[in-house]
C-alpha cells in the first residue's frame, strides 16, 4: 500500500520559533511537493523537488525553505514562524511526468 | 502558467440525486486529476484522465481536451459522498508533475 507520512497531524508553535515540517515516503518517487491549503485559496505550491537535493520555488515560497538530502524525505522549514503561515500543510508524490499524486493526510500548523 | 476554475463553489443535494461537478482550465494539457478530500484534511486520488471518460463505482469522469474542460457527476449520491473536491491540472500546461488546483467544490449531501 502507497504511504506518504506526515510527521504531525496538528502543531502549534509560536511566533520566532523554526518549524520543520517532514514527510517521508515509500514509493521511491522521483517528485516531491509542499502544498499549503487556505479558507478560498485552494491548494498553493511553496516548494517542490524532483530529485534528491534539487529544489525549485512555488508560488508562494517567502518565509520556507526545504531540504531533500534523501530520496524519501522532503522536509519544509519555517525559519521564522509567523501567523499568516497558520494553515493546513499538504505533501505530495508522483513519479517523473503526470501520474497520479499521493498525498500525507495533512498538519495542521497553529502560529500563536 | 494554468489556471484552474471550478463550479460550484458549494453543492448541497439531496440523497440520490445526481450531481456534476465542472472544471475549466487555460492552457493545454494532456490529463487532468480529480481529487477528494474529506473533512479531517486527507486527499486521495480519484481519477487522473487524458481523454474521455472513465468510472469508477458511481463516480464519472469526463474530459474535453479540445474545450479544456472537465466534469466529475456522482450518480445516486449518498451522505457518505459528502467531501471537497478539487480539480488539478499541470501547473505549465503539457504533462508535467507540477500542478495547479481549483479551490475546490464542497459538497454536502442530506439525507
Known amino acids: 500500500d502507497v504511504k506518504v507520512t506526515q510527521s504531525s497531524r496538528y502543531l502549534v508553535k509560536r511566533t520566532g520559533e523554526k518549524v520543520f515540517l517532514e514527510c517521508v515516503q515509500d514509493?521511491?518517487?522521483?517528485?516531491m511537493f509542499w502544498y499549503r491549503q487556505d479558507p478560498g485559496l485552494g491548494l498553493r505550491l511553496i516548494y517542490f523537488?524532483?530529485?534528491?537535493?534539487?529544489?525549485e520555488k512555488g508560488d508562494i515560497p517567502e518565509g520556507y525553505s526545504v531540504s531533500r538530502e534523501k530520496k524519501e524525505r522532503f522536509s519544509l522549514i519555517l525559519e521564522s514562524a509567523s501567523t499568516n503561515q497558520t494553515s493546513m500543510y499538504l505533501c505530495?508524490?508522483?513519479?517523473?511526468?503526470?501520474?497520479?499524486?499521493?498525498f500525507g493526510q495533512g498538519t495542521r500548523l497553529t502560529v500563536v | 502558467k494554468n489556471e484552474v476554475e471550478q463550479s460550484p463553489q458549494n453543492l448541497t443535494a439531496q440523497e440520490g440525486e445526481f450531481i456534476t461537478i465542472n472544471c475549466s482550465y487555460s492552457?493545454?494539457?494532456?490529463?487532468l486529476h480529480w481529487l477528494q478530500q474529506h473533512p479531517g484534511g486527507g486527499i486521495v486520488s480519484l481519477f487522473m484522465?487524458?481523454?474521455g471518460k472513465k468510472k469508477h463505482g458511481r463516480l464519472i469522469a469526463t474530459i474535453n481536451i479540445q474545450e479544456k474542460h472537465s466534469s466529475l457527476h456522482i450518480t445516486a449520491s449518498h451522505p457518505r459522498d459528502s467531501a471537497v473536491y478539487i480539480c488539478?491540472?499541470?501547473?505549465?500546461?503539457?504533462?508535467?508533475?507540477?500542478?495547479?488546483f481549483g479551490k475546490g467544490t464542497k459538497l454536502s449531501v442530506k439525507p
Open positions: 505530495a508524490t508522483c513519479e517523473q511526468g503526470l501520474t497520479e499524486a499521493f
Open positions: 514509493m521511491d518517487h522521483e517528485n
Open positions: 523537488s524532483y530529485d534528491v537535493k534539487m529544489k
Open positions: 492552457v493545454g494539457i494532456s490529463a
Open positions: 484522465l487524458s481523454s
Open positions: 488539478a491540472a499541470p501547473h505549465y500546461g503539457g504533462s508535467q508533475g507540477n500542478l495547479i
